[in-house]
Protein backbone atom coordinates (compact mmCIF):
# COMPACT_ATOMS: atom_id res chain seq x y z
CA UNK A 1 0.00 0.00 0.00
CA UNK A 2 1.27 3.47 -1.22
CA UNK A 3 1.83 6.24 1.57
CA UNK A 4 -1.33 8.39 0.26
CA UNK A 5 -3.35 5.43 0.33
CA UNK A 6 -2.29 4.23 3.85
CA UNK A 7 -2.92 8.09 5.35
CA UNK A 8 -6.45 8.19 3.26
CA UNK A 9 -7.02 4.74 5.09
CA UNK A 10 -5.79 6.39 8.39
CA UNK A 11 -8.10 9.32 7.85
CA UNK A 12 -11.54 7.74 7.21
CA UNK A 13 -10.91 5.85 10.32
CA UNK A 14 -10.30 8.73 12.57
CA UNK A 15 -13.34 10.39 11.13
CA UNK A 16 -15.42 7.26 11.69
CA UNK A 17 -14.35 7.25 15.48
CA UNK A 18 -15.07 10.59 15.44
CA UNK A 19 -18.63 10.49 14.42
CA UNK A 20 -19.11 7.43 16.50
CA UNK A 21 -18.05 9.50 19.61
CA UNK A 22 -20.57 12.28 18.84
CA UNK A 23 -23.46 10.22 18.47
CA UNK A 24 -22.71 8.26 21.55
CA UNK A 25 -22.59 11.16 23.04
CA UNK A 26 -25.73 12.60 21.93
CA UNK A 27 -27.54 9.77 22.42
CA UNK A 28 -26.34 9.98 26.09
CA UNK A 29 -27.47 13.73 26.77
CA UNK A 30 -30.77 13.18 25.47
CA UNK A 31 -31.55 9.66 27.23
CA UNK A 32 -31.07 11.74 31.04
CA UNK A 33 -33.59 14.20 29.73
CA UNK A 34 -31.13 16.84 29.45
CA UNK A 35 -31.31 19.31 26.53
CA UNK A 36 -30.11 18.28 23.27
CA UNK A 37 -26.34 19.04 22.64
CA UNK A 38 -27.03 20.79 18.97
CA UNK A 39 -30.70 22.21 19.66
CA UNK A 40 -30.72 23.39 23.05
CA UNK A 41 -34.40 22.01 22.84
CA UNK A 42 -35.31 19.41 26.06
CA UNK A 43 -35.26 16.03 25.34
CA UNK A 44 -38.35 14.95 27.37
CA UNK A 45 -41.87 14.43 25.84
CA UNK A 46 -43.88 14.00 29.08
CA UNK A 47 -46.70 17.47 29.52
CA UNK A 48 -47.44 17.63 33.53
CA UNK A 49 -50.87 19.14 34.44
CA UNK A 50 -51.49 19.46 38.48
CA UNK A 51 -54.18 20.27 40.01
CA UNK A 52 -54.40 21.56 44.05
CA UNK A 53 -57.53 21.02 45.54
CA UNK A 54 -58.17 23.85 48.14
CA UNK A 55 -62.19 23.33 48.50
CA UNK A 56 -63.07 23.57 52.04
CA UNK A 57 -63.76 19.54 52.11
CA UNK A 58 -60.07 18.77 51.58
CA UNK A 59 -58.33 21.88 53.11
CA UNK A 60 -59.53 21.14 56.49
CA UNK A 61 -57.91 17.65 56.41
CA UNK A 62 -55.06 16.72 58.50
CA UNK A 63 -52.93 16.01 55.15
CA UNK A 64 -53.58 19.37 53.22
CA UNK A 65 -50.03 20.12 54.54
CA UNK A 66 -48.26 17.09 54.01
CA UNK A 67 -50.04 16.84 50.38
CA UNK A 68 -47.98 20.47 49.73
CA UNK A 69 -44.89 18.85 51.22
CA UNK A 70 -45.06 16.15 49.28
CA UNK A 71 -45.51 18.28 45.92
CA UNK A 72 -42.94 20.43 46.32
CA UNK A 73 -40.33 17.28 46.38
CA UNK A 74 -42.38 15.60 43.72
CA UNK A 75 -41.65 18.63 41.28
CA UNK A 76 -38.34 19.49 42.50
CA UNK A 77 -36.94 16.00 41.69
CA UNK A 78 -39.00 15.42 38.09
CA UNK A 79 -37.34 19.06 37.21
CA UNK A 80 -34.18 17.71 38.44
CA UNK A 81 -34.26 14.13 36.73
CA UNK A 82 -33.20 12.56 39.78
CA UNK A 83 -33.58 8.50 40.09
CA UNK A 84 -34.53 8.68 36.37
CA UNK A 85 -37.32 10.29 37.12
CA UNK A 86 -38.72 12.10 33.90
CA UNK A 87 -38.03 15.72 33.47
CA UNK A 88 -41.04 16.82 31.98
CA UNK A 89 -41.47 18.49 28.44
CA UNK A 90 -43.75 20.93 30.22
CA UNK A 91 -45.54 21.26 33.87
CA UNK A 92 -48.86 23.76 34.50
CA UNK A 93 -49.55 23.81 38.56
CA UNK A 94 -53.27 25.19 39.25
CA UNK A 95 -56.40 24.97 41.77
CA UNK A 96 -59.19 22.46 41.04
CA UNK A 97 -61.67 24.81 42.37
CA UNK A 98 -64.12 27.57 41.80
CA UNK A 99 -64.50 30.48 43.75
CA UNK A 100 -68.10 31.85 42.57
CA UNK A 101 -69.10 29.63 39.95
CA UNK A 102 -68.90 26.41 37.71
CA UNK A 103 -66.64 25.86 34.42
CA UNK A 104 -64.97 28.92 36.24
CA UNK A 105 -61.42 29.20 34.55
CA UNK A 106 -57.94 28.95 36.41
CA UNK A 107 -54.93 30.57 36.44
CA UNK A 108 -52.14 27.52 35.19
CA UNK A 109 -48.57 28.29 36.54
CA UNK A 110 -45.99 27.49 33.51
CA UNK A 111 -42.99 25.35 34.59
CA UNK A 112 -40.50 28.64 34.78
CA UNK A 113 -42.58 29.34 37.96
CA UNK A 114 -40.57 26.56 39.77
CA UNK A 115 -37.34 26.10 37.66
CA UNK A 116 -34.25 27.05 39.16
CA UNK A 117 -35.99 26.56 43.14
CA UNK A 118 -35.31 24.79 46.08
CA UNK A 119 -37.75 22.27 47.44
CA UNK A 120 -38.40 25.02 50.22
CA UNK A 121 -39.03 27.59 47.55
CA UNK A 122 -41.13 25.53 45.72
CA UNK A 123 -43.22 24.83 48.93
CA UNK A 124 -43.27 28.63 49.71
CA UNK A 125 -44.57 29.14 46.51
CA UNK A 126 -47.32 26.82 46.36
CA UNK A 127 -48.44 28.19 49.98
CA UNK A 128 -48.86 31.64 47.81
CA UNK A 129 -50.96 29.94 45.08
CA UNK A 130 -53.06 28.17 47.67
CA UNK A 131 -53.02 29.77 50.41
CA UNK A 132 -55.21 27.32 53.06
CA UNK A 133 -57.23 30.60 54.31
CA UNK A 134 -58.37 31.44 50.81
CA UNK A 135 -60.64 28.29 49.93
CA UNK A 136 -62.19 27.74 46.97
CA UNK A 137 -66.46 26.85 46.96
CA UNK A 138 -66.50 23.66 45.57
CA UNK A 139 -64.28 21.28 43.21
CA UNK A 140 -65.02 22.09 39.87
CA UNK A 141 -63.15 18.49 38.73
CA UNK A 142 -65.16 18.85 34.79
CA UNK A 143 -63.53 22.24 34.51
CA UNK A 144 -60.06 21.50 35.09
CA UNK A 145 -60.38 18.89 32.14
CA UNK A 146 -61.74 21.34 29.85
CA UNK A 147 -58.61 23.36 30.76
CA UNK A 148 -56.21 21.11 30.34
CA UNK A 149 -57.40 20.04 27.25
CA UNK A 150 -57.36 23.93 26.11
CA UNK A 151 -53.85 24.23 27.16
CA UNK A 152 -52.90 21.22 25.03
CA UNK A 153 -54.66 21.81 21.89
CA UNK A 154 -53.76 26.00 22.56
CA UNK A 155 -49.88 24.97 22.57
CA UNK A 156 -49.51 22.18 20.34
CA UNK A 157 -49.03 19.75 22.95
CA UNK A 158 -51.14 17.28 21.34
CA UNK A 159 -49.68 13.72 20.83
CA UNK A 160 -47.30 13.90 23.37
CA UNK A 161 -47.87 11.63 26.51
CA UNK A 162 -49.83 13.54 29.21
CA UNK A 163 -49.87 12.61 33.42
CA UNK A 164 -52.75 14.75 35.09
CA UNK A 165 -52.26 14.67 38.82
CA UNK A 166 -54.98 15.32 40.72
CA UNK A 167 -54.23 16.39 44.71
CA UNK A 168 -57.50 16.28 46.29
CA UNK A 169 -59.94 14.03 48.38
CA UNK A 170 -61.95 13.11 45.02
CA UNK A 171 -65.47 13.38 46.15
CA UNK A 172 -67.43 15.36 43.47
CA UNK A 173 -68.90 18.93 44.53
CA UNK A 174 -72.19 17.71 42.92
CA UNK A 175 -75.89 16.99 44.56
CA UNK A 176 -76.50 13.42 45.45
CA UNK A 177 -78.59 11.16 43.54
CA UNK A 178 -80.39 8.70 46.33
CA UNK A 179 -78.30 10.01 48.97
CA UNK A 180 -74.71 8.55 47.06
CA UNK A 181 -72.54 10.73 45.23
CA UNK A 182 -72.47 10.55 41.17
CA UNK A 183 -69.02 9.83 39.96
CA UNK A 184 -70.41 9.20 36.66
CA UNK A 185 -71.17 12.96 36.31
CA UNK A 186 -67.52 13.48 35.63
CA UNK A 187 -66.48 14.16 31.95
CA UNK A 188 -63.20 12.79 30.86
CA UNK A 189 -64.57 13.41 27.05
CA UNK A 190 -62.12 16.77 26.58
CA UNK A 191 -59.05 14.64 27.32
CA UNK A 192 -59.81 11.40 25.76
CA UNK A 193 -58.34 13.12 22.27
CA UNK A 194 -55.19 14.72 22.95
CA UNK A 195 -52.88 11.84 22.90
CA UNK A 196 -53.30 7.80 22.98
CA UNK A 197 -51.67 8.18 26.00
CA UNK A 198 -52.64 9.59 29.20
CA UNK A 199 -52.75 8.92 32.62
CA UNK A 200 -54.78 10.78 35.38
CA UNK A 201 -53.67 10.11 38.86
CA UNK A 202 -55.85 10.83 42.08
CA UNK A 203 -53.74 11.07 45.12
CA UNK A 204 -54.49 11.55 48.45
CA UNK A 205 -57.84 10.19 48.40
CA UNK A 206 -59.68 7.29 50.40
CA UNK A 207 -60.23 3.25 49.55
CA UNK A 208 -63.71 4.19 49.03
CA UNK A 209 -63.39 7.14 46.80
CA UNK A 210 -60.38 5.59 45.01
CA UNK A 211 -62.66 1.97 44.26
CA UNK A 212 -65.40 4.99 42.90
CA UNK A 213 -62.71 6.55 40.51
CA UNK A 214 -61.42 3.26 39.16
CA UNK A 215 -64.71 1.75 38.30
CA UNK A 216 -67.68 4.79 37.74
CA UNK A 217 -65.95 7.42 36.44
CA UNK A 218 -66.54 6.82 32.21
CA UNK A 219 -63.29 6.40 30.06
CA UNK A 220 -61.99 4.71 26.79
CA UNK A 221 -58.85 6.07 26.39
CA UNK A 222 -57.71 7.78 29.68
CA UNK A 223 -55.67 5.57 32.08
CA UNK A 224 -56.76 6.09 35.74
CA UNK A 225 -54.57 5.38 38.89
CA UNK A 226 -55.34 6.57 42.58
CA UNK A 227 -53.60 6.07 45.67
CA UNK A 228 -54.94 6.44 49.23
CA UNK A 229 -53.97 9.25 51.62
CA UNK A 230 -52.57 6.78 54.19
CA UNK A 231 -49.95 5.34 51.99
CA UNK A 232 -49.40 8.87 50.59
CA UNK A 233 -48.13 10.02 54.02
CA UNK A 234 -45.70 7.15 53.75
CA UNK A 235 -43.25 9.32 52.22
CA UNK A 236 -41.81 10.77 54.43
CA UNK A 237 -40.81 7.62 56.68
CA UNK A 238 -37.02 7.94 57.43
CA UNK A 239 -36.81 4.31 56.09
CA UNK A 240 -37.85 6.12 52.55
CA UNK A 241 -37.22 9.28 52.46
CA UNK A 242 -33.96 9.14 54.56
CA UNK A 243 -32.70 12.07 57.18
CA UNK A 244 -29.64 13.99 56.47
CA UNK A 245 -29.08 11.90 53.19
CA UNK A 246 -28.73 14.35 50.42
CA UNK A 247 -31.77 14.46 48.07
CA UNK A 248 -29.94 13.65 45.07
CA UNK A 249 -28.96 10.27 46.59
CA UNK A 250 -32.84 9.19 47.98
CA UNK A 251 -32.52 6.34 46.18
CA UNK A 252 -35.62 4.51 47.64
CA UNK A 253 -37.13 8.27 47.87
CA UNK A 254 -37.26 7.87 43.78
CA UNK A 255 -38.28 4.19 44.13
CA UNK A 256 -41.26 4.74 46.42
CA UNK A 257 -42.23 7.80 43.57
CA UNK A 258 -42.17 5.65 40.80
CA UNK A 259 -43.82 2.36 42.62
CA UNK A 260 -46.44 4.54 44.07
CA UNK A 261 -47.22 7.48 41.89
CA UNK A 262 -45.77 7.29 38.62
CA UNK A 263 -46.92 3.87 38.21
CA UNK A 264 -47.27 2.17 34.52
CA UNK A 265 -51.50 2.19 34.58
CA UNK A 266 -52.74 -0.18 32.32
CA UNK A 267 -55.99 1.30 30.47
CA UNK A 268 -59.14 -0.09 31.41
CA UNK A 269 -62.38 0.80 29.93
CA UNK A 270 -65.63 1.84 31.63
CA UNK A 271 -68.73 2.33 30.17
Sequence with gaps: MTYGKSRLVLTSILLA?????????NKKDKSDGS????TGEKSGRLVMFIGMDISGSYVKRSYFGDSLDFLSHYIYVHLKGYGGLEIPYTLFVGS???EKMANEPKTFYPIQTFQDKSVAEIRQ?????????????FTDFNAFFKQVASFVQKKNLVLRPISVMLVSD????????????????FDLG?????????????????????????????RE?????TQDATVMKDWQDPHILVPEKP????AKFFAWIKDNIDFNVRLIRVD
Design 125 to 137: KLVSIFPKNDKNV
Design 96 to 98: IGG
Design 170 to 185: GIPDVPKKDGQHDYRS
Design 247 to 250: LEEQ
Design 221 to 225: RVKVW
Design 35 to 38: KDAS
Design 190 to 218: PLETLTRNITLRLIYTTPEVANNWQTKVK
Design 17 to 25: GLLQSCFLF
